[in-house]
């Protein structure tokens, strides 16, 4: 069984998008246990400085752990990086392998994704990391369907959809590809209540793409 720690805020939250994770990894086959440590509109430097974060980290005994960093407005390279690297110091030598989640700018502010996208590039480069790089799928994906909504209402956070997007893309990230399904899902799955044919061209994607 795979323990996955997701830190982050509402981009991570929103519709439960770490239970999708798991529910992917109950398809391949292979359980899961995700734990969440996510406050709306926090940075990483403020997990940080949460006392839950080390703890979870040191004790948790966890596979991988998710950092996302706060989108809109996306506070820029630096930011990202330091909170990273802080974040990785109070558990140096952990077996915990971590992968940075990439966000998505805004609907209204497609011009903003390049700055996010390669700042979660770099930093990943440079400390050695996973990337799910979800903002740069996002963009291909709404090219490619843009009948298919993956933003909220708010023209920010994630649909359903949007959500299983990035799901499958920290899936891909963590486990490689998906060869023959034979998992199943649980009766409360979120994944069974959503649009099959929206499921697959999304899953199509991802499992092209990385």
Excluded at 21 to 46: I, K, N, P, Y
Excluded at 75 to 95: A, C, E, F, K, W
Excluded at 103 to 114: C, D, M
Aim: with cysteine; charged share 20%.
């Amino acid at each position: 069984m795979k323990k996955i720690l997701f830190i982050g805020n509402s981009h991570t939250y929103f519709n439960d998008m770490p239970r999708m994770v798991q529910e992917l990894f109950l398809l391949s086959g292979e359980a899961a246990e995700v734990t969440m440590l996510t406050l709306g509109g926090m940075r990483l430097d403020w997990h940080l400085k949460n006392e839950q974060t080390a703890f979870n980290l040191r004790y948790g005994n966890y596979d991988y752990c998710v950092l996302q960093q706060s989108a809109h407005p996306f506070d820029g390279y630096q930011l990202l990086s330091d909170g990273v690297s802080g974040i990785r110091s109070l558990v140096p030598g952990t077996s915990t392998k971590f992968a940075l989640y990439m966000t998505w700018a805004e609907k209204k502010f497609p011009e903003n994704q390049e700055e996010m996208s390669e700042a979660y590039e770099k930093t990943a480069t440079e400390q050695h990391l996973l990337l799910a790089p979800v903002g740069r799928l996002w963009q291909k994906f709404r090219t490619l369907h843009p009948e298919i909504e993956l933003y909220f209402t708010d023209g920010a956070h994630a649909s359903p959809e949007g959500s299983f997007l990035a799901a499958a893309t920290i899936f891909h990230t963590l486990h490689g590809k998906m060869g023959k399904t034979d998992g199943a899902l649980p009766e409360n799955s979120i994944l069974r209540t959503m649009n099959g044919e929206n499921l697959r061209k999304i899953w199509q994607l991802a499992a092209k793409e990385l």
